[in-house]
């Protein structure tokens, strides 16, 4: 049986390795003690308390493995994922790290390693269906993304399922994006508009800066992402912004120095956590216009109460174990920095992504019409 | 000719010593060189250095004068009224200290001093008209009472004219009121309305805690006070404030130990900041219900540009003033803490300060109907 060593048992993490745990034999590395107990408790899974920000024996310890997936946290992501091609370990990525990828790209080549990027659901899944259309001419791709409790509490309307800093670094990057072929940037949180969604009804779209590695490896005149939220939420958001508490930048007050975004963070920790056994759901809408049709593709996963696993992680969860099927079984074996639009421009690939989570209950409905 | 020591050479302080240098001799005491220096070139006004937390010297400093106006930061407001007492000096108080100015009436009254506090316009002159009407059967008083910028800004739509720690505190303490001859506390921000004023169209009212002395020295069964802001502030600060940007309690954020409204204080005192020559308006109704009449005043002023004086430091210090000269006159002359609702309900008082006001353009619109 094949091996794989998952490296971060957080919530997406632990999501992959209970997924993967069904068809190979998995191992959980954390550094934290009581999350690793958890999911041995909890999950039967194997685990070993490993700290990454120790390089010493990193190697060693994943050298036994057909496979790394990397469920680190973003700032540990860039070089966790260098040191696992370093050892020639081939790895699916959901770390989202901010560096540039691809300055592994000549590593990964040399090492003969596939190391698939950004393998969640946006990014993802999304750049997945746009590579299944990368033969054709596409002209436009626009994704509309979010992940919501179904419980609209006022006044924000929101609940992060990951660290409020890392929502509120989204409203303060401004997001880049092509139009009519040139990049152009945009403030985030702009560009406000209304959606109707038959699951959910009316959501507000605006810009966030989420297209990364498509502005790389494409040439599409028009793309762009947009987050969903209930409408109202990014108004409320710009004011906290432009009042200054999401500065990155230190302030003194009284003599104390602080960043106004990490008490804002702490502030609404509070407010944006989701409750026990609170029901959440991801959307997601992606539209891709060619020459002859007009593509959609449409998203909506709920919370798994049984399974106690949040759409978020099993969105994301089940395409990057879907992905680590497929190169465990040498479906896909072309060595490099692989974002996923160049994984879903295989066929077998994004067909196969479709079908696990199809069997998992994530449906993606598909239509196209001529244009 | 009489002289005059005004203690605190702020906004409200410098205001009021212009007004009374007029007719009085004046010295303006500030332990500030930069304002003093400002007073003494702008308006050839007598300044004298005085550091009020060191009361060395201090009761010597007053002795020479015929009164006192106490215009310190409020924090300072209670022990300097009590030095002030204790020199046996008759003082008209503008600090509007938190401390219950009742505990030093025994004092002022065995020193034959009187003490007038809370001398503004809110608290101060709508006391005044209350007290006007206190030989009548009063069944409810009502204020409502805003000083508001002319440019709606947003998402604010607010200005403060003095520091927003002292406005965001007033926005966290609960409102004292009486309903029905009971006392209750109902939440600032609280009971939202609309009101329509002919200067400046819709305004929104809401509780706060500002009645002060009136719910010690009445009896009346309705008792209440209201804030007026543009429609939609107050909806915004409840947000900030139910997501704990208002905590006066210590927060530990990555090892930082910071009280939030002091962080929140200093980001919002960008945006709530005046600009040089902005224009503002100060605007009070006052609505009293006796068994035979309906009263209702009404003061609507602005920023006066020729003498650059807000309408705030206008209505706050005028009033003063006329209460100061009412005392140097001998027209009042009972010793003890004197709520200004008791100072009103001398005829001959309330008249000259409404005619006072009146000189200085600040014009107080009376009617009354038979219920």
């Known amino acids: 049986m094949k091996s794989i060593i998952v490296l971060g048992g957080g919530r997406i993490g632990s999501a992959i390795a209970r997924d993967l745990n069904q068809n190979y034999q998995v191992l959980v590395a954390d550094r934290d003690e009581k999350t690793l107990l958890h999911l041995k408790e909890s999950f039967d899974l194997n685990i070993q308390k490993l700290d990454l ?11 036994p493995f057909d496979l790394v997936i990397c469920a680190v946290p973003g700032f540990l992501g860039f070089e966790t994922l260098k040191s696992i091609i370093e050892a020639k ?9 901010k560096e540039d990828a691809f300055l592994l790209n000549n590593l990964a080549q040399r090492n003969g ?25 596409v002209l436009s791709y626009t994704c509309y993304v979010g992940g ?13 399922p990951f660290s409020p800093i890392d929502v509120i670094e989204e409203y303060n990057r401004p997001a880049r994006m092509r139009m009519d072929g040139k990049e152009i940037s945009r403030p ?5 508009e209304i959606i109707d969604f038959d699951q959910v009804g009316e959501l507000e779209a605006f810009n966030t800066d989420g297209l990364r590695s498509l502005l790389k490896t494409t040439q599409i005149p028009d793309l762009k992402e947009k987050t969903l939220r209930y409408p109202g939420h990014a108004a409320l958001m710009e004011v906290f912004r432009e009042a200054g508490f999401f500065s990155e930048e230190i302030l003194k007050v009284d003599g104390i120095e602080i960043r106004p975004i990490d008490l804002t963070s702490k502030l609404l920790f509070k407010s944006w956590q989701l409750k026990d056994d609170e029901r959440e759901f991801t959307l997601m809408k992606v539209e891709i216009k060619t020459d002859t049709f007009f593509h959609e593709y449409m998203l909506f996963d709920q919370t798994d109460q049984d399974k106690k696993m949040s759409s978020m992680s099993r969105t994301t969860g089940f395409t990057c174990a879907a992905a ?47 244009r």
Request: hydrophobic share 40%; net charge neutral; aromatic share 10%.
């Open 53 to 63: 920000q120790d390089k010493t024996g990193f190697s060693e310890s994943i050298q």
């Open 89 to 97: 370990k081939n790895v699916v990525d959901i770390s989202f790290f």
């Open 113 to 137: 390693v596939t190391a698939v990027i950004d393998c969640g659901v946006a990014p993802g899944l999304c750049n997945m269906m746009l590579g299944n259309h990368l033969s054709e001419e």
């Open 148 to 160: 919501l409790p179904f419980e609209r509490e006022k006044p924000f309307e929101y609940k992060a």
């Open 188 to 192: 985030a949180l702009s560009d406000k």
């Open 324 to 370: 680590a099927r497929l190169i465990l079984e040498n479906k896909f074996v072309q060595p490099g920095i692989i974002a996923p639009e160049i994984f879903g421009a295989d066929n077998v690939c994004f067909e196969s992504v479709i079908r696990d989570l199809k069997k998992r209950q994530v449906n993606v409905q598909y239509k196209r019409v001529l």
